[in-house]
């Protein structure tokens, strides 16, 4: 499990409340399946598929909650990705929670995932939050929620998306396309202090990288994200501070 776990329930909540009810669920890497157990208990779900990547991995989930008969509602599978899951699931929901934005996009670009039909994305990246906006408005999908929470120290994103017909770019009055993707349409508006902090650490960070003096590509980088930092903090609303 990732950092910050000792305070996983607010986290998992933000993810419950992304789950419309009477949902069926897919948990992809479920690892101790808390968040399907939620679901089911709070009868937020009709039915949820609990995946992890091995046998092994499902194995040692099983061996976790395996004294008690699992409800009907709740399968457990083994496979990669969207390899356990089939047309006939008729899934609502696909939630990926807990793995780097990279694995999500991987997993997420299978040829699988036409056939689970129109489902519903609720997502919780680890870092490179850009990496999975640009790969969800190229491939038709339109966020409708987003939420920021800082938890212990560690900030955690969790998103919710749905497929849409046309290509949906994100715009601002201000903003570049790429700091929108980098910041989040919907959080850049939402006038939610914890998004004002969370730019705020991410400019004195970048000041300080940039400050440390690296004069070659990391130190250009440095400076093009402080000027993103920049401008995503001038451009939040001001009238919740
Ligand atoms: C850090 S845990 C997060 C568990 C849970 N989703 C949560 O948010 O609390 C990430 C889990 O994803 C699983 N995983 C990683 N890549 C996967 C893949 N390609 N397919 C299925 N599961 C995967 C790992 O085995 C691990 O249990």
Redesign the pocket.
Known sequence: ??RG?SN?GA??RA?VDMIPEGSRVA??????A??PRILLEERRAAHCIA????PA?LDRLQDRIGRFPLPATLELRA???LAPLLPSDRLDVL?????GAG?QV??LSSPLRTGLGSCRLVL?PQGEPAVLRRWLAGNHYRIIAERLQEIRGFFHLTLAAIPHQRESPADHPVLFSEDLMAAGPLLVRSGDPVVRRFWEIQLHRLRRLEAAGARGAGGKQAAEDRQQAKRVLEALPTDAL
Do not use: F, K, N, S
Not at 27 to 32: L, M, P, S
Not at 51 to 54: A, K, L, P, R, S
């Open positions: 499990m990732g776990e996983g986290r998992l993810l948990d992809i890497g479920t690892d101790h808390l968040l995946t992890e990547i091995t991995a496979g990669d990705g939630v990926l929670a807990g793995m694995t991987a997993i919780q």
